[in-house]
């Protein structure tokens, strides 16, 4: 069992890292191997809507010259998704909400019924609501939602700070622990069978 994490910081060995070192260092102690990708500094490009993942239907995004694609190989063997982000302006980082509309979009098979969680990171305010961003798009994609003893919010300005955050780490274990007990005990499992999608708009 493998579960891929996302560090939507560009701050390599920052606050988010360190949140999602905690969990990786716990699901370790469960057997479960993780990776822990970096989104690094450079651009990411938004979803512009162009279709063409669907007509060429290979869950690849015609953009490949940033970091969307890779995630997306990764998670064709991963069994589970965490992400990660700093809080700017009460949001998760921009760059991270492309990339996971991205990887949704173009390779949700890739995705879907796969166990995910978010992790969020601020100084101090704001953390919630980039908490609830980041977890809506795994309910569209019938992903089961893991949660901790607490929101999953790690707090902390300077780079080492949310290490500081004794609480904030121990609710980052809880939900690595939750998350391996989830995997134990579906791995392998047939998955509820799917009525077919019945989409409804309100403009007739």
């Known amino acids: 069992m493998k579960v891929l994490l996302i560090n939507g910081s560009a701050r390599k060995g920052g606050n988010t890292f360190l949140a999602l070192s905690e969990i990786a260092q716990q699901l370790a102690k469960h057997g479960i191997e993780s990776e822990i990708v970096q989104i690094g500094?450079?651009?990411?490009?938004?979803?512009?809507?162009?279709?063409?993942?669907?007509?060429?239907?290979?869950?690849?995004?015609?953009?490949?010259?940033?970091?969307?694609?890779?995630?997306?190989?990764k998670m064709a063997s991963a069994d589970a998704l965490i992400v990660g982000s700093p809080v700017y302006y009460g949001q998760p980082n921009g760059s991270m909400l492309a990339l996971v509309q991205r990887m949704f979009f173009s390779a949700g098979d890739y995705y879907r019924n796969k166990p995910a969680a978010a992790v969020a990171v601020c100084r101090r305010g704001g953390a919630t609501a980039a908490f609830q961003t980041l977890n809506m798009p795994f309910m569209m994609m019938n992903m089961p939602v893991v949660t901790s003893q607490y929101w999953n919010i790690v707090y902390g300005r300077e780079e080492g700070q949310a290490a500081l955050d004794t609480e904030g780490m121990q609710t980052m274990r809880t939900l690595a622990d939750n998350m391996a007990f989830l995997l134990k005990n579906t791995y392998g499992k047939p998955l509820p069978e799917r009525e077919e999608w019945q989409p409804m708009h309100f403009i007739r």
């Open 41 to 73: 500094n450079r651009p990411m490009r938004g979803c512009i809507a162009c279709g063409q993942c669907k007509v060429r239907n290979n869950n690849r995004c015609v953009f490949d010259d940033d970091l969307c694609n890779r995630v997306n190989e």
